[in-house]
T-cell receptor, first 113, second 113 residues
Framework: GENVEQHPSTLSVQEGDSAVIKCTYS??????FPWYKQELGKRPQLIID?????GEKKDQRIAVTLNKTAKHFSLHITETQPEDSAVYFC????????????FGTGTRLTIIP | DVKVTQSSRYLVKRTGEKVFLECVQD?????MFWYRQDPGLGLRLIYF???????EKGDIPEGYSVSREKKERFSLILESASTNQTSMYLC????????????FGPGTRLLVL
């Protein structure tokens, strides 16, 4: 089955700086890569996703890049703000009709004011 | 607005007890999922269901069973609770179309003594 590794497990950055979280996956059939954000005490929520037919996707201060050859994808957050502090999970899936996701182990991002 | 609810936020049970965790979604979603979340291990899939009365094992099904008698309701059952099942349990639902967003419930924190 699919295996997703995520690094780093914790990350602290100064407010205004950029943060990068990296994930690798094992199943070359995977073609969908979402990122979920979980604020303290709250439920995970989708923040951005990318499909294998594109290499990069942006949404305001958040971007995701995908390298299918190397089987890795990354989340980039620019101009970080205190509300970016949360746990971030990457995930991967290969579509076979029922949306099963394999999640990474999570990155706790702390923004230092 | 999608709503996924779980029957309890906190639950304390004794070893050997039978435990029921219930999840309800109000968006007529085809797919429903049960995950457990543990520090350093991320979100791990226990079971999922893509239709009424249908179920599929996830990555860690041992010690759990599920029931989906109605489309909107997905129950997780611990037949004989053990201390290693102390965890946060998250339910999620999805539309059933290829690789769409999963919507999570608020979670149930289960303590088995």
């Amino acid at each position: 089955g699919e295996n997703v590794e995520q690094h780093p497990s914790t990350l602290s950055v100064q407010e205004g700086d950029s943060a990068v979280i990296k994930c690798t996956y094992s199943d070359s059939a995977s073609n969908y890569f979402p990122w979920y954000k979980q604020e303290l005490g709250k439920r995970p929520q989708l923040i951005i996703d990318i499909r294998s037919n594109v290499g990069e996707k942006k949404d305001q201060r958040i971007a995701v890049t995908l390298n299918k050859t190397a089987k890795h994808f990354s989340l980039h957050i620019t101009e970080t703000q205190p509300e970016d502090s949360a746990v971030y999970f990457c995930a991967a899936s290969a579509y076979f009709g029922n949306e099963k996701l394999t999640f990474g182990t999570g990155t706790r991002l702390t923004i230092i004011p | 607005d999608v709503k996924v609810t779980q029957s309890s936020r906190y639950l304390v049970k004794r070893t050997g007890e039978k435990v029921f965790l219930e999840c309800v979604q109000d968006m007529d979603h085809e797919n429903m999922f049960w995950y457990r979340q543990d520090p350093g291990l991320g979100l791990r899939l226990i079971y999922f269901s893509y239709d009424v009365k249908m179920k599929e094992k996830g990555d860690i099904p041992e010690g759990y069973s599920v029931s989906r008698e109605k489309k909107e309701r997905f129950s997780l059952i611990l037949e004989s609770a053990s201390t290693n099942q102390t965890s946060m349990y998250l339910c999620a639902s999805g539309t059933g179309r290829a690789q769409e967003t999963q919507y999570f419930g608020p979670g149930t924190r289960l303590l088995v003594l």
